[in-house]
């Protein structure tokens, strides 16, 4: 079985956050991360692909193969973190990020390009097939090939040679140490400081006996040498992240947000009534802490009994106007010890920011949106109802529109 390491050198992201009612009781913050879909498709192609390279490619197990290849992707070459970016991160995970496919001690990178053609490039797999801490890197993959292709295609020829090179896609060891032309050979250190390069060879033997002659640095050109055509892949995706119309990917995202906020639609109240709700619930088993003591036995609880529930929730049906002016009542008429929370029963995508936006600037309060479980629990049957508690039960006071105009007459 080939194995290859492909090393993928970018990690380049633009996020957006979107503005939001709040976190606790309905609509929560999101962060969208727009990575460079060019990129993010190659990367999941490795997977597609492989059913649709089946007639190219030779056995079931070069389908595994490449699939496998898309879940080994390894960042390299990138710097490492300011301290107050890792402060908080765990030792453990900030070593393993800094494993270098080839080992941990000196390396021997032989940098290569499509432009030598696949004979060359099948000669250099099958010299160093074995060779331990050796790896053949590529800058990046040629104009108009996908990443999906460009692995298949060095994949056919790891196939002819049974090698077991690691083929590495570093563009950011060709900027370190300035290769324009291949084949480059570097013997570089754990830390990226180059130790000894040679231009124009392949020859790990020359090489290794030019540095136990004392020689390092660059030993300038040996051989003949051939240009490289593919496009730095950092600088791709630095073109492409710049051409995203980041304005209207935002757009797109918050006007398609409330596409996903379902809410939990209610049928209208037609008559008022009030309705006492248990508040207990069961606990199945008993509650311990740490030591093992009992916290609260198994059997019924009253939350109630323990702590008062400071509460008034509206929930409302936003697209009826006088069911708002009804939340604006009860905000305006609760007491200092009751928090007033307004829930919307749904937002409809057509509406969206606007009536949402509409409504808090309406209330002068936050707007947020009434989950199911919420629901379920108060037994919230019908919009509007306003919920309050008293020493063992939730209040359930359900509004008819009728009720709420004929109050707003006789006030008037």
Same mark, same amino acid.
Request: aromatic residues 6%; without cysteine.
């Given at each position: 079985m080939v194995k290859m390491n492909l090393a993928l050198s970018i990690a380049l992201a633009m996020s957006c956050t979107l503005a939001h009612a709040g976190d606790d009781l309905g609509i %929560?913050?999101?962060?969208?991360?727009?990575l460079d879909p060019a990129l993010v498709d190659q990367a999941k192609q490795l997977s597609n692909s492989a059913k649709a390279n089946s007639?190219?490619?030779?056995?079931?197990?070069?389908?595994?193969?490449?699939?496998?290849?898309?879940?080994?992707v390894v960042p390299q070459g990138l710097d490492e973190p300011e301290p107050e970016q890792t402060a908080e991160?765990?030792?453990?995970?900030?070593?393993?990020?800094? %494993?270098?496919?080839l080992g941990e001690g000196n390396r021997t990178l032989i940098f290569v390009s499509w432009s030598m053609g696949a004979a060359a490039l099948k000669d250099i797999l099958a010299s160093f097939d074995g060779f331990p801490a050796v790896g053949i890197v590529f800058r990046g993959i040629p104009d108009g090939m996908s990443m999906a292709d460009a692995v298949s295609k060095m994949h056919m020829l790891t196939q002819e040679t049974q090698s077991t090179v690691s083929v590495l896609l570093d563009p950011l060891a060709f900027q370190r140490h300035g290769i324009s032309a291949v084949p480059s050979i570097v013997v570089e250190s754990p830390s990226n400081k180059l130790i000894a390069m040679a231009t124009g060879s392949s020859s790990v033997t020359y090489i290794e006996s030019a540095i136990k002659e004392g020689k390092t640095g660059d030993l300038g050109t040996i051989g003949t040498t051939s240009e490289v055509i593919e496009p730095d892949l950092m600088e791709v995706a630095k073109q492409r992240i710049e051409a995203l119309d980041t304005e209207a990917m935002k757009q797109r995202a918050i006007t398609s947000f409330w596409d996903n906020q379902k809410g939990h639609p209610l049928p209208p109240v037609i008559e008022s009534a009030t309705r006492l709700v248990d508040a207990s619930v069961i606990i199945p088993q008993d509650i311990l802490d740490n030591s093992g003591n009992v916290v609260q036995k198994a059997g019924r609880i009253n939350p109630l009994d323990i702590m008062p529930f400071d509460q008034k929730l509206v929930v409302i049906d936003?697209?009826?106007?006088?069911?708002?002016?009804l939340a604006k009542r009860e905000y305006a008429e609760h007491s200092k010890s009751l928090t007033v929370t307004v829930m919307a029963t749904q937002i409809p995508p057509s509406s969206g920011w606007d009536l949402f936006n509409g409504i808090q600037d309406a209330l002068d309060a936050p707007l947020y949106v009434l989950p199911p479980d919420m629901a379920e629990r108060f037994q919230i049957l019908r919009a509007p109802s306003v919920v309050t508690a008293d020493d063992k039960n939730f209040i359930v006071r359900e509004v008819a529109r009728t009720t709420f105009e004929g109050d707003n007459s006789n006030a008037q």
């Open positions: %929560k913050k999101y962060d969208l991360k727009d007639s190219a490619e030779s056995n079931s197990e070069d389908m595994r193969w490449i699939s496998d290849m898309a879940s080994r991160v765990p030792q453990e995970a900030l070593d393993r990020e800094k %494993k270098h496919p936003p697209t009826q106007p006088w069911q708002v002016e």
